[in-house]
Each structure stands twice: as C-alpha cells, then as structure tokens.
C-alpha cells in the first residue's frame, strides 16, 4: 500500500457505458493500493459499485434540479476547489471536463492527469 497518497477522481456525469465500467475497475483497484481516494461526481446513484474505502464527494444541494451537463461540470469545480484550497497534496485524475480540470489544476498549481476520450478518425479505406 502507498502510503499518504490522496487521489481525486473527476467524473461529474456517471451514466452507464464502457468509460463508467473503466472508472469502477480502475478506482476499485487503486482503492486497494492507496489510502484516500475521492471520486468528485454529481450525484451518488451508482455508490454500490465502488469500494466502501472510496469517498464519493458532491455538490451540498439536490442534484435533480441540475440538468444541464456544463452546469454540472461547474459545480463539481466548485467541490473541487473545496477539497484542495487548503490542501495542495492531491492528484486529480479526470475522466470527464478534461479542459476544465486541467484550467483549474494549473491555476492552482496542482498535479493532473487527464484520460484521453478522442477516438482515431482513421479507417482502414483511407491508410490505403
């Protein structure tokens, strides 16, 4: 186990698709190799599929009021920005708003990585 290292997961829309499965592998794995993790999302409606040991942090309000996905992304920010303004120890990982998570880590000053969501446009007609 890797001690004192904190992780938070970015991922303010967890609907059901290939990325979510890739969230739950990934952060149930890494769930057992590192003492904090924080997964940053909307609303907690899939909290059974992951770990009890990761925390599941969202906005203070209800979510059913919110539908507008940019909406969402701004208040998960807001979360964010609660969790690290007095802590600057934390690597966040964004599976979703990847420009604007890296806008806010740069601005301040945290460490971040992105998971790549674009797809090659090539096929196999135009390598010929």
């Known amino acids: 186990m ?3 290292k904190k992780l938070i ?3 303010p829309s967890i609907e059901d698709g290939g990325v979510e ?3 739950f592998l990934i952060l149930n794995y890494l769930s057992k190799k590192l003492d904090t993790i924080y997964l940053i999302t909307f609303n907690k409606k899939h909290k059974n599929r992951f770990n009890s040991n990761i925390k599941i942090l969202t ?3 209800n979510p059913e009021i919110i539908k ?9 920010l807001l979360v964010l920005f ?4 007095f802590n ?3 690597l966040v990982l964004s599976f979703q708003a990847n420009i604007f998570v ?3 880590c740069k601005i301040f000053r945290l460490k971040v990585l992105s998971r790549s969501n674009s797809s090659s446009s090539l096929s196999n007609d135009s390598l010929s």
């Open 68 to 76: 507008g996905r940019y909406l969402k992304y701004f208040f998960c």
């Open 102 to 104: 890296i806008i806010f």
């Open 9 to 11: 997961v970015f991922m």
């Open 21 to 23: 499965k890739n969230l």
């Open 59 to 61: 906005p203070f309000f």
């Open 2 to 4: 890797v001690k004192n």
């Open 82 to 85: 609660q969790k690290t303004i």
């Open 88 to 90: 600057k120890n934390h």
